[in-house]
């Protein structure tokens, strides 16, 4: 069993920043993707980033350029540097984690960009 525990959202004016982390516990096998996805209010969960065990990333179009993911193997932690923020970005986000038996959900941060 995975423990996922979030951390880093809040209330944030435009064009400003925030990092969310996420660490990973419990008795698991080798931990392959890590990620961020969010859920914006009457829309359905849509992918932000992944970052495979090697480092190579993917990120959605609307981010691309402003928010950075990074992972500590060691650790278990995935972060999401997000800069340049746009009210559009508000959201709940999400970190996932899949090992190689199954998949992991954080259970949410809440992100809001507003002036």
């Known amino acids: 069993q995975v423990q996922l525990v979030e951390s880093g959202g809040g209330l944030v004016q435009p064009g400003g920043s925030l990092r969310l982390s996420c660490a990973a516990s419990g008795s698991f096998s080798r931990i392959s993707a890590m990620g961020w996805y969010r859920q914006a209010p009457g829309k359905q969960r849509e992918l932000v980033t992944t970052?495979?065990?090697?480092?190579?990333?993917n990120y959605a179009d609307s981010v691309k350029g402003r928010f950075t993911a990074s992972r500590d193997n060691a650790k278990n932690t995935v972060y999401l540097q997000m800069n340049s923020l746009k009210p559009e970005n508000t959201a709940v986000y999400y970190c996932s984690v899949k090992t190689l038996v199954r998949g992991y959900w954080g259970q949410g941060t809440q992100v809001t960009v507003s002036s």
């Open positions: 970052i495979a065990s090697g480092g190579r990333t």
